[in-house]
């Protein structure tokens, strides 16, 4: 069992920064893959971004690509996501997910942890 806690949401103006932090309880965080996801009012949730296990590589959707970056320290058990040039289309709800695998999908399907959310809401 893992338990997910983002922490990081809030209020900013586009062009700017945010970063995101996601805790994660349990022994065997170094062997989850983790990912972020995104659910937007009347829309359905989205892929982000995901780490391997390892941390070695990143994957990321299109419309974060260059913008985004995910990391994890696995000292700490804890999955970043830094948001830079902040848009008003990136106003969702974040979630960070749990994969019980090394290797990431970009399915929402394959996560089997979840996080509560956190909103990050960007004006114009």
């Known amino acids: 069992q893992v338990q997910l806690v983002e922490s990081g949401g809030g209020l900013v103006q586009a062009g700017d920064s945010l970063t995101l932090s996601c805790a994660a309880s349990g022994r065997t965080f170094s062997t989850y893959a983790m990912g972020w996801f995104r659910q937007a009012p009347g829309k359905e949730r989205e892929f982000v971004g995901a780490?391997?296990?390892?941390?070695?590589?990143?994957y990321y959707a299109d419309s974060v690509k260059g913008r985004f970056t995910i990391s994890r320290d696995n000292a700490k058990n804890t999955v970043y996501l830094q948001m830079n040039s902040l848009k008003p289309e990136d106003t969702a709800v974040y979630y960070c997910?749990?994969?019980?695998?090394?290797?990431?999908?970009?399915?929402?399907?394959?996560?089997?942890?979840w996080g509560q959310g956190t909103q990050v809401t960007v004006s114009s």
């Open positions: 780490i391997t296990a390892s941390g070695r590589r990143t």
């Open positions: 997910a749990a994969r019980v695998s090394v290797i990431v999908t970009r399915s929402s399907g394959d996560y089997a942890y």
